[in-house]
């Protein structure tokens, strides 16, 4: 049996608890069609194609590929899987094994492959056991789009343990570990787009009012607003104002106590803002395909936000010493947006040296340029999902460095 422990630990928001739990599915997707497919002695030294599908006809049940989860917040995990009981220190959810963080204390045998996601270091009890165990020790760390990623993807660090730990860097290059992509992922979004009905049954689905439905089906933007607290979100309203275009922005969770009055109901309103409801992980990518424009945060967003290949503007994750400035930069040099929405990107997370948000904005969805920043999305997507996705590539280096710690 194949198996794999991933461990990770919430710092806050979700975006490491979502990271971690989409890794946990694609890894027991593909590592169980390698299983099925290749002969027991290169069942982990062939990665699949990333956008092959298991054939029909292939013979029986494979051999199992077990995935198990530790986590230190359940509580955080339940918001993005419905499924998930956080009263629950053990339990078996869409074929991962889902387990509270102090239990990892109690494994006597911990997996063949272990990944400790974003240097959470694992459990002290845990890691002596792992000599003997465990064939590989990977950490996962956090995307960026800094060329320094490039040379240190796979370095490996001796651990006190005795064994090799190597560090796996997601990233926008061919030198980097990728970025997380299901195979029939463009296909489901296609699908989606293709059926009229799937938009108004995904604004049924988020309860919106009738005055907010109307302005969209009147042509009205509409807009997804998943932010961090200190998101500029006055200056977006006003930015839209100055576009003189209507807008229903949705944000999922309660609304600011400041931004409450845009919740008005009249028809008039020419921008309005409705909270909506955390939606499960799986149905996320709906409220982007959905949008005409996506304000997005944090790093699993900014991914699903790049496949949704919709207009996008993204917040990244404030760190001290304004680290993110550089990492924001770097996300920008490697992209083809117009200069325009780096501009208004740039300001939206506060940079120095930038117009208002606001001002931005308004020149941001000028008609030619809002044309151009659509066709830059798709562009930049076709040229990322050319490339192997996350799960594949960490797979094929599971299968070059497996025997090696």
């Known amino acids: 049996m194949q198996s794999f422990d991933i461990f990770c630990r919430v710092i806050d928001n979700l975006g490491d608890a979502g990271i971690c739990w989409r890794l946990s599915l694609h890894i027991k997707a593909q590592a169980t069609w390698q299983v099925a497919t290749l002969p027991e002695s290169a069942a982990l030294c062939s ?62 045998q911990p997996s063949e492959i272990v990944i ?21 020790w990977i950490n996962l760390e956090y995307l960026s789009a800094e060329d ?50 799937n938009h108004q049954r995904l604004l049924r689905t988020l309860n919106l009012d009738p005055v907010a439905r109307c302005h969209l089906d009147e042509g009205a933007l509409h807009i997804l607003l998943f932010g961090y607290r200190d998101a500029p979100v006055q200056e977006l ?25 845009h919740q008005g109901s009249r028809h008039e309103c020419a921008v309005l803002l409705r909270s909506i409801p ?17 304000f997005v945060r944090g790093e699993d967003s900014l991914v699903r936000g790049l496949w949704a290949q919709r207009p996008m503007v993204w917040q990244i994750y404030s760190q001290p010493e304004q680290a993110h400035h550089i990492k ?35 020149q941001a969805l000028a008609p030619d340029t809002l044309g151009n920043w659509q066709r830059s999305m798709h562009d930049w997507y076709t040229r990322l999902a050319g490339e192997p996705d996350l799960a594949t590539r960490l797979l094929e280096f599971c299968a070059q460095k497996s025997g090696t710690g």
């Not at 299901?182 to 296909?187: F, I, M, R, S, V």
């Not at 275009?245 to 009055?261: C, E, F, N, S």
């Not at 955390?278 to 005409?292: I, K, P, R």
């Not at 996300?331 to 606001?358: I, Y």
């Open 328 to 362: 924001l930069n770097a996300f920008l040099a490697c992209s083809p947006l117009p200069e325009s929405v780096k501009t208004l990107m740039r300001a939206w997370n506060g940079l120095p040296g930038q117009p208002a948000v606001d001002t931005a904005l308004a």
């Open 237 to 261: 309203i006003t930015g839209i104002q100055k576009c003189g275009r209507k807008a229903v922005i949705l944000h999922p969770g309660p609304l600011p106590d400041t931004l409450k009055y």
């Open 116 to 136: 400790e996601a974003f240097g959470c270091d694992l459990p002290e009890a845990f890691s002596l056991r792992m000599p003997g165990s465990t064939r590989l």
């Open 148 to 197: 320094w990623v490039n040379e240190w993807h796979g370095l490996p660090s001796i651990q006190p343990n005795g064994l090799r730990k190597f560090f796996f860097f997601p990233g926008f290059t061919a030198r980097t570990g990728g970025l997380l992509r299901e195979p029939d992922l463009e296909t489901r979004r296609k699908n989606w787009l293709h059926t009229p009905e």
């Open 47 to 108: 990665p699949a194609h990333p956008h092959e599908t298991l054939p029909s006809g292939t013979a029986s049940s494979p051999p199992p590929v077990k995935v198990r989860l530790f986590i230190d917040d359940l509580h955080r995990l339940a918001l993005l899987v419905p499924d998930l009981d956080p009263s629950k220190a053990n339990q078996h959810i869409q074929g991962i094994d889902v387990v509270q963080w102090h239990e990892a204390s109690r494994i006597e």
């Open 278 to 294: 955390f939606v499960a992980q799986h149905d996320f990518d709906t409220l982007l395909w959905g949008s005409h424009l996506n």
